[in-house]
């Protein structure tokens, strides 16, 4: 078995999950639950409907169906209803129930159900009048069930507080937040606010008590969850892997003095997906049915640290082969859901070190966001998988840090390695930069600036893709504050006493902040005594009737 979790989280359990003691996995991919039904083995298909009958009564209203966040996504970038936004049809998984299956997991946009089946049952289900196609999941029929399963884990360390960082506001995060280049956008405003953002992981203990999460409860940013393995709203629970709590405090974390994450203000919905016990192909229904549900609550973004390439049951195996962005479930559920608008970013993976070494699905789908690892040096972390794609795509797109990555858990800073760290500290970061553009604005243009402000572009390599992503360069490419075209000068920088300002419009405000993101000074005019500061780098707001220019200086 190959656990896809994209982090080095074994210390991490053993130290702030201790009902773990049999965590096996970090990076998920399908296996399967199966039985001997009439002495054949069954395998998991998927069981494609015709039609949706009912499909008219969702045209009407479609706010049966979809929230009004929702809807305004799709107007605002001009993405009209289809067919697979309207809700299966009932009377369907009713037939398929009354041929004996149980059915627990199925897809709207896939349209269809998933039963385990016997050869004999599946042409039984396949001469449905009802049933357009049966897919199996198998890949490789003369596989079977593993004897060994197999550990994906590195150690994670725990790092303390530390008193020399207790009056910084970003503390630990600073590093990992300016190799991005996000702090810009935070000065400039864009925190994440009014964006939501699903996390899709393999559960959230400590997120409704542990101090790193207070300040998403007290101001109302969980918005909701639910688990999707047992089809419960538990994702609480102690028992429950720890990985998606880690993920989610690189982007909306906060311990005064000590951490910020990379999307602070974000509003969040958290969905278990991946079964931390077993490697089961059912864990790509579950991560489409999540995908779902985010997009029925109108997301904006979805950040997921989870991949898929070997399972439990060698049947499914998937091959470099499949790697092609559209053979795996969970890749067409993901490619759905770009297509919906949702901004979608996922790990590579950590397999860099591995005779497998190539990004696991749905990394490979064309139109994921897909996010490497590097150091905080920027060099390759050797783990990071690489790409391209089985058909050429260049994978992953960007790479964020992923060494000795900074997160935070119950109620302190804690440090681990993986592209699950790296992805999310990216994910709040496009969370930033959403914030910051028009509503309009296409979704693969926003991508396509990232990769051509990366620090290879245009060049790329196999493990970094396009490089360094850089935020606020985007945010400024794109337009917003296109500093080639702003009529806003500083000068000199470097500075030793004054900042010289220059504009034709009068000055609203000009401040500035440190790197640790502390307002140190407030002017109003266009020649700005810096003498008293101390040696070091800066940021300098400025804001006119029309323009806003954030510019670094160095203080001499």
């Known amino acids: 078995m190959q656990k896809h979790y994209f982090v080095n989280l074994h210390l991490f359990i053993s130290l702030k999950n201790p009902n773990h003691q049999n965590v096996r996995k970090i990076f998920t991919i399908l296996s399967v639950s199966f039985s001997l039904i009439a002495t054949a083995q069954t395998e998991l298909v998927f069981v494609y409907f015709k039609d949706k009958p009912s499909k008219a009564a969702f045209y009407s209203n479609p706010l049966s169906e979809l929230s009004q966040k929702s809807l305004d996504r799709r107007s605002n970038l001009g993405i009209a209803l289809s067919d697979q936004d309207a809700p299966i049809e009932q009377s369907y998984i009713t037939n398929i129930q009354n041929l004996g299956f149980t059915v627990t997991d199925y897809s709207k946009w896939l349209n269809g159900v998933a039963v385990n089946a016997t050869p004999t049952q599946i042409q039984t289900l396949a001469q449905q009048s009802f049933v357009v196609h049966v897919e199996s999941f198998v890949r490789n029929p003369n596989g079977g069930k593993r004897n060994e399963k197999i550990e994906k884990f590195k150690d994670l360390q725990e790092i303390g507080n530390k008193s020399a960082l207790t009056n910084f506001n970003y503390g630990y995060g600073l590093p990992q937040a300016n190799q991005i280049n996000v702090r810009a956008l935070h ?111 109108g997301v904006d973004l979805i950040s997921t640290s989870l991949g898929y390439h070997t399972f439990d049951d060698s049947r499914y195996d998937y091959t470099y082969a499949d790697m092609n962005g559209t053979t795996s479930f ?19 993976g950590n397999d860099g070190n591995n005779s497998w070494h190539y990004v696991a699905t749905p990394a490979d789908n064309e139109k994921v966001f897909t996010i490497g690892a590097v150091t905080s040096q920027g060099t390759s972390s050797s783990f990071s998988s690489y790409g391209p794609n089985a058909d050429g795509v260049v994978k992953p797109d960007g790479v964020a840090r992923g060494t000795e990555t900074f997160t935070v858990y119950g109620g302190q800073v804690t440090q681990a390695s993986g592209t699950s760290l790296a992805n999310p500290v990216a994910a709040g970061g496009v969370a930033c930069l959403l914030q910051s553009l028009p509503k309009s604005i296409s979704r693969e243009a926003v991508k396509d600036k990232l990769r051509q402000d990366a620090s290879l572009y245009p060049n790329y390599d196999d493990q970094q893709g396009y490089g360094i992503l850089n935020f606020y360069k985007t945010y400024q490419t794109l337009g917003v504050t296109d500093l080639k075209k702003t009529q806003i000068k500083i000068y000199p920088n470097p500075a030793k006493n004054f900042i010289n300002i220059s504009t034709e419009k009068p000055i609203q405000s000009v401040e500035i902040y440190d790197v640790l993101g502390r307002l140190i000074k407030t002017e109003t005019k266009n020649n700005v005594n810096i003498s008293q500061l101390a040696k070091g780098n800066y940021f300098l707001k400025i804001k006119t009737s029309d323009q806003e220019l954030i510019e670094k200086f160095i203080k001499e």
């Open 187 to 297: 000065v400039a405003g864009f925190t994440g606010t009014g964006m939501t953002i699903a996390v899709i992981d393999t559960g959230f203990p400590s997120v409704n008590t542990g101090n790193a999460f207070k300040r998403l409860r007290d101001n109302g940013q969980i918005k909701g969850g639910y688990n999707f393995i047992n089809k419960t709203s538990d994702i609480y629970n102690t028992s429950l892997n720890s990985h998606g709590s880690v993920c989610l405090g690189a982007i909306g974390g906060y311990l005064d003095g000590q951490f910020v994450g990379t999307a602070p203000d974000a509003d969040f919905y958290l969905y278990a997906s991946e079964d931390a016990g077993n490697e089961i192909p059912e864990e790509q229904l579950y991560w489409i049915e999540a995908a779902e549900e985010a997009d029925r609550k």
């Open 330 to 348: 969970i890749a067409r559920g993901a490619q759905i859901a770009t297509e919906k608008g949702i901004f979608v970013t996922f790990a590579a």
